[in-house]
């Protein structure tokens, strides 16, 4: 597969182009070593163990989505993972050599752990997680935002094992001015330059000592696959999957919020009061998203879907509420008009995403579509169209729908 990719980077535009099946338009700008997407998808999904109805929508850095379909396992499986990335994918050879280090201002004693050490000297915990990408929905905002336009396919729900992050800081010794704790990874800046990292965010330190925010260094039964952050991750479920940083090489204990990479303004921050759309927002006036809304996506039948009239239509899904838990789901087939309850399954454990199913009668022959709508336990329900416009594009979490013809 790599070698395949490095004949196809190493090839002019005219084969390039009978490869892609159509002329390159704008090929002379195309960035030096970039390969089109209608060229990588196929190995690239392979060689990450991807299933190949993902869909990339970038590959520096690498961002894949999972049609909603694919995402009607209860716990999802590493074929059909979403992958956000904010740099360069490292290349681990020797595990025995990998460290991470704690440090910063509030931590009583600077420390370096072996991966032997940190799998070993501690409890193992597991919990099913939930995380998913701030930007998660972007592509339907209006004006349009920067940034990979999101479906609704970046979220996930597998199975995490590795250590309490409370467990390794009480260990340490964490002063009592602590504020943040920022993650360091092993990640390559897109540019190529050593001294610059990818991304540096990090939780507050009321987050860190959650019971279920973990060093993680397992993954549905297995070690974390590579794309994924293998050999160690942070894994800190109802904030935006950017907290969760992978390939961890370090932690800062800091006495004030982190200021890493991608933790400056704009980067995951939405104003803190309303804006109209399009307008332009100073960064005093972002503030850093903490807990993801309420939402739901719709995982059954795929839309499209054709039923005979008469037959009832089982339909399921999923719904999460960041650090809050869902209180019910309903459905609508009649474009918001009326909704009907689902049954709604508790959560595994915090910050598990929640299973809902309904069967639907159908009146008549004809198009419908199915929404979904998910009320956290505050009485916050999905808005039914795109919430308010941000510059970023972030949070949006409207209503799920699907199409459905019966005959």
């Known amino acids: 597969m790599k070698d395949r ?15 892609v099946g159509a002329e390159i338009v704008f090929a002379s700008k195309l960035p030096k070593g970039y390969l089109p997407l209608a060229l990588s998808d196929p190995e690239t999904l392979k060689e990450f163990g991807k299933m190949e109805e993902l869909i990339v929508l970038n ?4 961002n894949i989505e999972t049609p909603s379909h694919l995402l009607d396992d209860k716990i999802t499986p590493a074929e059909k993972m979403f992958v956000r990335n904010n740099g360069l994918v490292p290349e681990i050879s020797d595990l025995r050599t990998w460290m991470l280090k704690i440090g910063g201002e509030s931590v009583n004693q600077e420390k370096t752990y072996s991966l032997a050490e940190i799998k070993n000297g501690f409890v193992h915990h597991t919990y099913q997680i939930t ?10 905002f209006y004006p349009p935002t920067e940034g990979n336009q999101w479906g609704v396919g970046a979220v996930s729900s597998a199975e995490w094992t590795g250590i309490r992050l409370k467990d390794l800081l009480q260990e340490v010794g964490v002063k009592k001015n602590a504020v943040y704790v920022g993650y360091h990874g092993n990640d390559g800046h897109l540019s190529g330059d050593p001294k610059k990292e990818a991304i540096s965010r990090g939780i507050p330190i009321a987050k860190a000592m959650q019971e279920e925010t973990l060093i993680a260094f397992g993954m549905n039964g297995k070690d974390i696959p590579l794309i994924h952050g293998h050999p160690l991750r942070l894994v800190a ?3 935006p999957a950017s907290v969760s940083g992978k390939w961890l090489t370090g932690l800062s204990i800091r006495d004030r919020i982190h200021d890493g990479a991608k ?16 307008v ?13 809304p309420v939402r739901s996506v719709l995982t059954y039948p795929k839309t499209g879907a054709i ?30 008009s009326t909704w009907n309850k689902c049954v709604l399954d508790k959560p595994r454990n915090r910050f598990a995403w929640q299973h809902f199913s309904a069967k639907i009668d159908f009146p008549k022959k004809g198009y419908y579509e199915i ?4 009320t956290d336990e505050k009485g916050i329900s999905q808005p039914m169209v795109v919430p308010g416009w941000n510059p970023k594009g972030y949070l949006n979490n409207a209503c799920h729908r699907i199409a459905v013809k019966v005959r």
């Open 263 to 278: 933790m400056e303004s704009p980067s995951y921050r939405v104003p803190c009061e309303p804006v109209a759309a399009g």
């Open 131 to 140: 995380l998913e990408c701030g930007g998660n929905g972007r592509g339907e």
């Open 237 to 239: 479920g109802g904030y």
């Open 59 to 62: 590959d520096k850095p690498w």
């Open 280 to 292: 332009e927002v100073s960064p005093e006036d972002m503030c850093i998203i903490e807990s993801m």
């Open 371 to 374: 929404w979904a709508k998910a």
């Open 307 to 336: 039923l005979n009239l008469g037959r009832s239509l089982e339909i399921r899904g999923h719904a999460w509420a960041g650090e809050l838990q869902v209180d019910q789901v309903a459905y609508s087939f009649d474009f918001g």
């Open 5 to 19: 990719r490095r004949f196809l980077k190493n090839s002019g535009l005219a084969t390039l182009s009978m490869l």
